[in-house]
C-alpha cells in the first residue's frame, strides 16, 4: 500500500510545483513589464504599496517572483527600501490567493481549464493570447494535481498511525513550523505546501489545529526565494530580502502565542477544514500586515540597523532626455547638456571605485562598476539616438556647432567606462591571485589618478 500512496503522491506534488511554475512564468510573459513599470512607478504612501504587491502577486501567483523583481528594482536604485517593504507586505497577501482558489472545489474542472489553456497556446493565436493559455494551462494543472495528490493520500485516512503524525503538528506548533518551513525552502513556493495541506485536509488527515502551524512555517520557508536573489546584490537589495524575512518570522511569533484563539476564531468563520486552511492562510498575512503597517518607518530602521552601511545607489537609463521637449530646441539642447554631464558623473563614480579597488583591495565595488558600466554603455547609447533628432532642430548656430562634439564627448565617455571596466577586471583577478605592487608602482598609479 504504501508503494500506491508514495509515487502517486510524488507525482502530484511534482505536476503541483510544475502548474504553479508555468502559470507564474505565462503571465508575467504576458505581463512582466507592465508589472515592472507599475512597481517602478510606486509612490510613497505604503498602503499604495501593499495594494500593488496584493494586485501583481495575485495576478502573478507567486509573492517569491514579485519579491524577485522588488529586490532588483532595488539593487538598480528605482526603489528605495521603504516602498519596496511596504509592496512585500501586499505580496505575501496575494500569494494566499491560490489557496483560496482550490478551496472553491473547482479542482474537479482540471482537465477542462487544462484544455481550454492548452487550445489557447497551441492553436495560431496572437503571443500574448499563447501567454494566456499557458497561465490557464499552469491552472488546470493546479487543480489537476490537486486531485491526484487527495486521491493518494486518501488510503492514508484509516491508518492510525498516519494520523497520530499529523496530529502531533497541532500538539507541538513548533514542529509544524520546522516542517512546513523545510518544505518550502526545498521547493521554494508556499503555495505549493498550502495546497498539498488542503489536499491532506480534503482527506481528513489535517486539521486546523495541525495545519496552521505548517502554514506559518510556509510563509517563513518562501522567504528563501529573495535571500537567493539579493547575493551579490548591494546593501539596499539585502535589506529587501531581510524585511521579507523578518516580517514572516516575527508574524509566525506573534501568531504562536494566540495561537489557540485565533484558530478558534477561524473555526467559528466556516466548520469546513478546506476553507479554515485558506482563511487562516489569508487572514495571517492581512493581520501581520496591519500589525507592521503603523511602524513601518521604525521597521526600515531596524533593518538598516542590522545591515548598517550606506546605500550605493546606482541610477539606470535616462534622466533628462525626452522626446516630449524636442518642442523646444534650447530646452532639449540644455537636456543633451545635462546628460553628457551626468554621465560623465558616472564615470567619475567608476574610476573612484577602481581607486578604491587599486588602492584598499575591496572587491565589493567590482559589482558596481559593472551595473555603473551597463548604464554608461545605455546613456550613451540613447544620447546618439537623441543627437540626430536635435540636429534637424532650429537651433542657433552656436550650438547646432556643438552637438557633433557632444557626440564624440559622450562616446569618449563610454571609452573611459570601458577601460575602466576591464581594469577592474585585471585588478580583481590581481588581488585573487595576491599579487604585489611595488612601492615604486603604486606611487606611479597615485600619480596617474591625480592627472587623470
Same mark, same amino acid.
Given at each position: 500500500?504504501?508503494?500506491?500512496? +508514495? ?92 489557496? @483560496?482558489?482550490?478551496?472553491?472545489? +473547482? ?5 477542462? /481549464? ?14 500574448? &493570447? ?56 526545498? @521547493? ?24 496552521? *502551524? ?9 522567504? +528563501? ?48 477544514? &478546506? ?11 492581512? /493581520? ?14 531596524? /533593518? ?13 537609463? &535616462? ?10 530646441? /534650447? ?37 558596481? +562598476? ?33 552637438? *557633433? @562634439? ?29 599579487? *604585489?605592487?611595488? @612601492? ?13
Amino acid at each position: 500500500m504504501l508503494l500506491e500512496v +508514495i509515487f502517486p503522491l510524488i507525482g502530484g506534488i511534482a505536476l503541483l510545483i510544475y502548474g504553479i511554475h508555468i502559470t507564474s512564468d505565462g503571465i508575467q510573459k504576458a505581463l512582466a513589464q507592465r508589472l515592472k513599470n507599475i512597481l517602478e512607478k510606486t509612490t510613497s504612501n505604503p498602503l499604495i504599496g501593499v495594494l500593488l504587491g496584493f494586485i501583481i502577486t495575485a495576478i502573478i501567483q507567486s509573492s517569491s517572483a514579485t519579491t524577485v523583481i522588488v529586490v532588483s528594482l532595488v539593487n538598480s536604485g528605482l526603489m528605495n527600501l521603504f516602498q519596496a517593504v511596504s509592496i512585500i507586505f501586499g505580496a505575501n497577501i496575494g500569494t494566499t490567493i491560490t489557496a @483560496q482558489i482550490i478551496a472553491l472545489k +473547482i479542482t474537479k474542472y482540471g482537465f477542462l /481549464i487544462f484544455t481550454i489553456g492548452f487550445l489557447l497556446q497551441f492553436l495560431p493565436f496572437k503571443r500574448k &493570447v499563447k501567454y494566456f493559455g499557458q497561465f490557464i494551462m499552469g491552472f488546470g494543472l493546479i487543480f489537476i494535481a490537486i486531485e491526484i495528490t487527495t486521491s493518494s493520500v486518501s488510503p492514508l485516512k484509516n491508518d492510525p498511525k498516519i494520523k497520530e503524525i499529523f496530529l502531533n503538528f497541532g500538539r507541538i506548533p513548533v514542529f509544524g513550523v520546522l516542517v512546513g518551513s523545510i518544505f518550502t525552502m526545498i @521547493q521554494q513556493s508556499s503555495s505549493v505546501t498550502v495546497g498539498i495541506i488542503e489536499a491532506l485536509g480534503m482527506e481528513g488527515l489535517l486539521d486546523i489545529n495541525s495545519a496552521f *502551524p505548517m502554514i506559518l512555517g510556509a510563509n517563513i520557508g518562501t522567504t +528563501i526565494t529573495a535571500i537567493i536573489a539579493s547575493v551579490g546584490t548591494n546593501i539596499a537589495a539585502k535589506r529587501t530580502a531581510l524585511a521579507h524575512v523578518l516580517f514572516n518570522i516575527i508574524g509566525a511569533i506573534v501568531f504562536l502565542l494566540i495561537l489557540n484563539p485565533y484558530i478558534n476564531f477561524i473555526k467559528i468563520l466556516t466548520p469546513n477544514t &478546506v476553507n479554515q486552511i485558506a482563511n487562516s492562510h489569508t487572514l495571517f498575512n492581512i /493581520i501581520n500586515t496591519l500589525i507592521f503597517l503603523p511602524f513601518i518607518l521604525q521597521f526600515v530602521k531596524l /533593518i538598516k540597523k542590522i545591515i548598517p552601511g550606506e546605500d550605493v545607489i546606482i541610477e539606470t537609463g &535616462v534622466k533628462y532626455l525626452n522626446k516630449s521637449i524636442l518642442k523646444s530646441p /534650447i530646452v532639449a539642447y540644455d537636456a543633451l547638456i545635462k546628460e553628457v554631464t551626468r554621465l560623465s558623473s558616472i564615470v567619475e563614480n567608476n574610476l573612484l571605485c577602481l581607486k578604491e579597488l587599486i588602492f584598499n583591495s575591496n572587491k565589493s565595488v567590482v559589482r558596481d +562598476i559593472i551595473q555603473r558600466e551597463e548604464t554608461i554603455n545605455y546613456v550613451n547609447k540613447e544620447i546618439s539616438r537623441y543627437v540626430p533628432l536635435i540636429t534637424s532642430l532650429n537651433l542657433p548656430e552656436k550650438e547646432i556647432k556643438m552637438v *557633433p @562634439q557632444i557626440l564624440i564627448i559622450s562616446s569618449q565617455l563610454e571609452r573611459i567606462g570601458d577601460l575602466i571596466d576591464n581594469t577592474s577586471q585585471l585588478e580583481f583577478q590581481r588581488i585573487e591571485e595576491r599579487i *604585489p605592487y611595488s @612601492q615604486f608602482a603604486m606611487k606611479e598609479l597615485l600619480d596617474m589618478f591625480n592627472y587623470i
